[in-house]
Structures are given as structure tokens and as C-alpha cells.
């Protein structure tokens, strides 16, 4: 297991608040990056990664929904983005015949709802973003880097904040 290397809090007070973070993200992401979600229903994952999406340059004309019952959509960008959504896997034998360790290993951009349903020796170096949900509009985000490269990611981040 990795040590956190950096973290950060802050707290958006509107969906787009929340996007924009996702978008300030996906500008600066690297290839082969997992970025684990974690938050109760409702708590702006999806949000989050319509930002993430954004700042990818997924193109416009998709829209960027949570892949609960397809498990897995696949966007086109500057690095393909995988958005993943675990909420229905309910054992660790079904990860890979969605395909997960696969594109979990690959050059693109993973972005893994519910990923506490994930053993966390699975996520290797990652970002984890944890969202709380204080009042119905804000959202508390803890944001920490697991590995070289998310630490990377996050340090430019904190520059440009």
C-alpha cells in the first residue's frame, strides 16, 4: 500500500463549483491515471467527473453520465477516459469480467465511482477524491495522492490554485 503523499480540503458550493474542480483536474492529468471516488448517493461523483471530462476535452456532444447500469462508458479525449461505476458489483470475481483490471492498466484516464468497493492494493497509485455533503448545495472534497505521479498531479494543482 502507498502513503499518502499530499492532500488537500476544500469545499465547492454549487455543482458547477464542483465541475470546475473536476475540469481544473482534467487539464492536468497525465495518461494512466486512476482517479478512486468515494461519497454517498448524491454526494457529486458524477459531477465531479463531468468536470474531469471536460478538462479532458471530452467533446462537447457527449454527455457524461454515471454508468450504473452499463458499468463502464468510455469517452474520447486527450486521454481516453474510462468512467467507472461499482455501486451494483457486489463481488470482487465481477471486476474482471466487466473488463476492470484491464482498462485499469491501460493509457487512459480511469475514473472509478464507489471505488471503497475496491481492495485498495487493486488502485495502486491513485487520487482519491472523498466528498461529503454538509448542506444540500456544498460539498466538503478531501482530495489525496497516493504515488509519484498523483502527488505530481496534485502539486501543480496547489500552484495554480
Do not use: C
Amino acid at each position: 500500500m502507498h502513503a499518502a503523499n499530499i492532500k488537500f480540503q476544500l469545499t465547492t458550493n454549487s455543482p458547477e463549483e464542483t465541475r470546475q474542480l473536476g475540469e481544473k483536474i482534467g487539464q492536468h492529468i497525465q495518461a494512466g491515471m486512476v482517479i478512486a471516488l468515494f461519497g454517498d448517493l448524491g454526494s457529486g461523483k458524477t459531477v465531479f467527473i463531468q468536470g474531469l471530462a471536460r478538462g479532458l476535452g471530452v467533446p462537447a456532444d457527449y454527455y457524461v453520465t454515471s454508468p450504473s447500469y452499463t458499468l463502464i462508458n468510455e469517452y474520447p479525449a486527450r486521454h481516453t477516459l474510462f468512467h467507472v461505476d461499482l455501486y451494483r458489483i457486489n463481488h470482487p470475481m465481477d471486476f474482471e469480467e466487466i473488463g476492470l483490471f484491464e482498462i485499469m492498466h491501460n493509457s487512459g484516464v480511469v475514473a472509478v465511482e464507489w471505488a471503497d468497493r475496491l481492495q485498495k492494493d487493486l488502485l495502486g497509485e491513485h487520487v482519491s477524491v472523498k466528498l461529503e455533503t454538509p448542506d444540500v448545495e456544498s460539498r466538503n472534497i478531501y482530495i489525496t495522492a497516493y504515488g509519484l505521479e498523483p502527488t505530481n498531479l496534485l502539486k501543480k494543482l496547489q500552484i495554480k490554485s
